[in-house]
C-alpha cells in the first residue's frame, strides 16, 4: 500500500511501525527522505510536532499523582498571570482592537490540557479573529529559531482574550504550551530538563528531544511538499517559522505543543508504557489508575471518538464505524503528517511517520489502520 502510494506521488516515503503484545513485529521504512533521493531509514528522525502534545499532558499527571494539584484547581493559582481571564466580545478587522468581558470562571488546569480553556493556536487557529489577535501581539506557535523562552510566551498569551468561557467548548489551543510552563513551575525544572529526566531518561528514548545532537542531524527527515511540476520539493515554512527549526537557532524554544522530534522506535515505547497500565520494561511512570483517568470522557469531538487527557479515543459508535480500532483505543498525530493508534484490547500500536506538508490525496494513514487491524490472526 505504502508503495502504491509512493509511485502515485501521494507521498515521498514513510516509516511505519507495528507492536503487538509487546514486540515489535513489523519496522520498513519506504521511499525518501529529501528531494535529493537519500532513502529513509528505520531509525529516521521525524518532526512530531503535536504529538508532543501527549507528551507533556503525561508530565502534568505525573506531577498530579505526586499531589501537587487537583485538576480542578485554576491555573491561576500556579501561574498568576492567569487570573481574571477576559473573553472576546467583538473584533475590528480593519483595526485589530477588540472589547472584551470578564470571563464567567477561572481557567482549570483540567481545562486548559484537554482545550476547554478557550485559548487560540495562532496561526492554525480555526477562528480568524484569534489568529489575528495572537500574530498581531507576536505569539510563538509551533517552532521557531529565535530566542524565545516558554515563559515569556506564555504571559503574552495570558493577555490576551479567551475565544468563549472557559469550559464551554473543545477548541484545539496551546494549552500544552501552557501546560509545559506549568511543568516547569510546580517541578522547579526546566521543561526540557523534565521530560528528559522523568520521561525519556526512564524510557529509553534516546532520539527523542526538542534539538538535535550533531550525531542525529543526518538522520533527521526534510519536510518535503508537492512540486509544481510533479515530484517533492523542499518545504521551506511560513513566514511564521522555519522548517529547519531543530537543526538552527536559539535553542531555546521548547515548545509542548508541537516542538519534539523522534523517531518510530522511541515514540512507540511512550505509547507502550500506556498499554502496560503506566510501565515500560521495569520502570513506572504512571499508575494504573492515572491511565483511568488520562483515558476517561473529558470532551465530546464527534460521534466516533471524544477527547480524555492527551489522547482521542474511540468510543462505542467508533468501534461499530469500522476501520477505526476498538473501543478505547486511543489515536493523535502531527502537523507534519506522522500518526499513531493504540488499541488496549489488542495490545496493538501502529505508527506511520511521514515529513509532508500541502500533500495531495495521501491516505496511507487511514489506510495504514484499516489494514493493521484487518491483518490480525490469532
Known amino acids: 500500500m505504502i508503495e502504491q502510494a509512493i509511485a502515485k506521488e501521494q507521498v515521498p516515503g514513510a516509516v511505519a511501525l507495528i507492536a503487538r503484545h509487546g514486540k515489535i513485529v513489523y519496522h520498513r521504512a519506504f521511499g525518501r527522505g529529501d528531494p535529493d533521493g537519500t532513502p529513509l531509514d528505520q531509525d529516521s528522525i521525524f518532526r512530531i510536532a503535536s504529538q508532543t502534545k501527549a507528551i507533556t499532558a503525561t508530565a502534568v499527571m505525573m506531577l498530579w499523582e505526586e499531589g501537587h494539584f487537583r485538576l480542578n484547581d ?19 478587522e480593519a483595526t485589530g482592537r477588540y472589547i472584551t468581558r470578564p470571563a464567567a470562571s477561572e481557567i482549570t488546569i483540567r481545562q486548559l490540557i484537554t482545550h476547554n480553556a478557550g485559548i487560540g493556536y495562532g496561526i492554525i487557529d480555526r477562528d480568524p479573529r484569534m489568529k489575528q489577535i495572537y500574530i ?3 505569539i510563538t506557535d509551533l517552532f521557531s529559531t529565535e530566542a524565545v523562552v516558554l515563559a515569556d510566551n506564555v504571559k503574552k498569551i495570558a493577555a490576551l482574550p479567551l475565544i468563549f468561557d472557559p469550559g464551554k467548548a473543545f477548541h484545539y489551543s496551546e494549552g500544552l504550551d501552557i501546560a509545559g510552563r506549568l511543568v516547569e513551575v510546580v ?15 526512564p524510557l529509553g528514548m534516546t532520539d527523542t528531544q526538542f534539538y538535535l545532537r550533531p550525531d542525529q542531524v543526518d538522520r533527521l527527515v526534510t519536510v518535503q511538499q ?17 522548517a529547519d527549526y531543530p537543526m538552527k537557532g536559539a535553542r531555546t ?32 511512570l504512571l499508575s494504573r489508575t492515572t491511565i483511568d483517568t488520562i483515558m476517561a470522557h473529558q470532551s465530546d469531538l464527534a460521534d466516533t471518538s471524544f477527547f480524555g487527557i492527551a489522547f ?13 480500532g476498538g473501543i478505547e483505543t486511543f489515536s493523535g498525530g502531527g502537523y507534519f503528517n506522522t500518526s499513531y493508534f493504540a488499541d488496549p484490547h489488542e495490545q496493538l500500536v501502529g505508527m506511520i511517520f511521514k515529513q509532508t506538508r500541502n500533500q495531495k490525496d495521501d491516505e496511507t494513514s487511514w489506510k495504514f489502520m484499516q489494514l493493521t487491524f484487518a491483518a490480525i490472526d490469532d
Open 312 to 324: 482521542r479515543v474511540v468510543n462505542e459508535a467508533g468501534g461499530a464505524e469500522g476501520g477505526l
Open 187 to 201: 517541578s522547579g525544572l526546566p521543561f526540557d530538563k523534565f521530560l528528559q529526566t522523568h520521561i525519556f531518561g
Open 253 to 284: 524554544w521548547f515548545s509542548g505543543g508541537a516542538g519534539l522530534t523522534s523517531t518510530v522506535e522511541d515514540y512507540v515505547k511512550f505509547l507502550q508504557m500506556y498499554l502496560n497500565g503506566g510501565v515500560y520494561n521495569g520502570t513506572r
Open 226 to 242: 508537492p512540486g509544481a511540476d510533479g515530484g517533492w520539493i523542499k518545504y521551506q515554512g511560513t513566514e511564521h517559522y522555519d
Open 74 to 92: 485554576p491555573l491561576s493559582k500556579f501561574l498568576p498571570e492567569f487570573a481574571n481571564p477576559q473573553v472576546l466580545e467583538a473584533y475590528d
Open 136 to 138: 498581531d501581539a507576536g
